[in-house]
């Protein structure tokens, strides 16, 4: 109990100092995590919508294989990655190695699963809902996976936030392919692994406070948005009146 | 793509919409159609009527191309279709945009389709709200803007899959009498073929100029609706749709 104290004590203490050491880390976590997100979710939301909608020979293989994907280790994809950015590897030519972009691209690799699945699921169901009507007017597969992503925007707003806080949280890919390098690679998670590892529990459990205080106040913004739109799109906008008239 | 099978039945009579001819729909272990064959004049106002998965939604279907025939063959005319669905299907944006959504779908520039989803809105009253989050709408309105977006399509043949089942009584009424108009070709509107699936037999007999009776995925009357409301003529020869009539068919 004494520990917790202590630690939330360290970690307002931290917050309040305005430590540059710390929100250096801090700052490079949130650029990490969210370049990787957002190439993720660049890449997941139109491949899961499209999954979501086509139908083809072998499409229950390759949504078993995403799903599985799901539960990837984060160490497996940081060997992963580590094995193709190695000087002999293919992607060595790159000189990625211990690098900011090594960290988002394993982090891109863990998230991407979780984006397209379940943007897919959202989009399956919609296209449940609305397909047929969709189908109807002229939509072909390609135009109505768009169309239903679109419509499911706050729903996939969920799944951005999942996908960040799988990015965010995550230790044993960047640990492996960024290597914790102080000032260079050293995020939050990272930063924790090393002080547990040096006895400092309250300055690593004063970090994970602070990670997690980051990680609610990007969902609560997410929400608040989310929030917000949902209310303007169900108020009356009587922009046609003087259409009408 | 065209399905091989639509372009297979032979020629049509000049003022043919849709034929089909012996078509058979399964759905694994379930035969939702059997050896049905009809065909449909433009102009015409048809029902089907039937118990539930008696296989209505299904033929309309068929009709429209969302579901394809395991056997049989569909000719269509190149008359334009539109569809309405028991529970309407909106998007999540505006009244006017879920409009002018079909008509760009149909390669019509975005501005004009604005314009004329405009029209549609107006044409079945719902202009005030067409700024307006369309599934913020009542289950009515949602009927009616739906009517909307088919009317603004400009369909030769229209089908509509119990449009009003899931509406109150003066819901049902306004959509009703959009479908009379729509068929009758009033305000100026030319008229459309309408097809129809309806439980309503009160809304057939006033809808209606040919009624289809299906069982168990099968044809087993169609007749011109006076014919059909007639209890003796029913009975002698439809017995099984003589019994729906009277409402021993659930």
Known sequence: MNTFAESATTALALVAS???????????????????????????????????????????????????????????????????????????????????QAMVLAQVVLVL??????????????????GEQLRSLGAGPLL??????????????????????????????????????????????????????KGDLPLALGLGLVLLAV???????????????????????DVTRGLVA | MADPRTLAAGAAAADEVIRLAGIGVRFGPVQALAGVSLSVAAGERLALV????????????????????????????????????QRPHMLRTTAQNNIALGLWLRRIPWRTAQARALQALERVGLAAVAGRNARTLSGGQQQRLALARAWALAPDVLLLDEPTASLDPHAKREVESLMQAFAHGQAGDAPMTMIFASHNLGQVKRLASRVIYLEQGRVLADLPVHDFFQGPLLQAQYPAAHLFVKGEVL
């Open chain 1, 18 to 100: 305005f430590d540059p050491a710390l929100w250096t880390i801090v700052a490079r976590s949130l650029a990490v995590s969210a370049t990787a997100c957002g190439l993720a979710c660049g890449l997941g939301l139109v491949a899961g919508a499209w999954l979501g909608v086509a139908r083809f020979a072998g499409r229950d293989g390759v949504l078993t294989v995403l799903n599985t994907l799901l539960a990837l280790p984060s160490v497996v994809v940081g060997l992963m990655v580590y094995l193709l950015l190695s000087r002999s590897g293919p992607l060595g030519f790159l000189g990625w190695m211990f690098s900011f």
């Open chain 2, 50 to 85: 039937g118990a539930n998965g008696c296989g209505k939604s299904t033929l309309l279907r068929v009709l429209h191309g969302l579901t394809a025939a395991s056997e049989g063959q569909v000719w269509r005319s190149a008359a334009r279709q539109a569809m309405l669905f």
């Open chain 1, 215 to 237: 990680v609610l106040v990007l969902n609560a913004l997410i929400a608040a948005l989310r929030r917000w739109r949902e209310r303007l799109d169900g108020s009356v906008q």
């Open chain 1, 113 to 130: 699963p979780v984006v397209t699945a379940l943007t897919r699921q959202i989009v399956e169901d919609a296209e449940r809902a609305h």
């Open chain 1, 144 to 197: 109505r996976s768009l169309l239903l992503a679109w419509d499911e925007r706050y729903a996939l707003l969920t799944v951005l936030m999942a996908s960040f806080g799988r990015a965010i949280s995550e230790v044993g890919a960047v640990m492996i392919v960024g290597g914790n390098i102080d000032g260079f690679t050293r995020v939050m998670t990272t930063a924790i692994a090393l002080e547990t590892s």
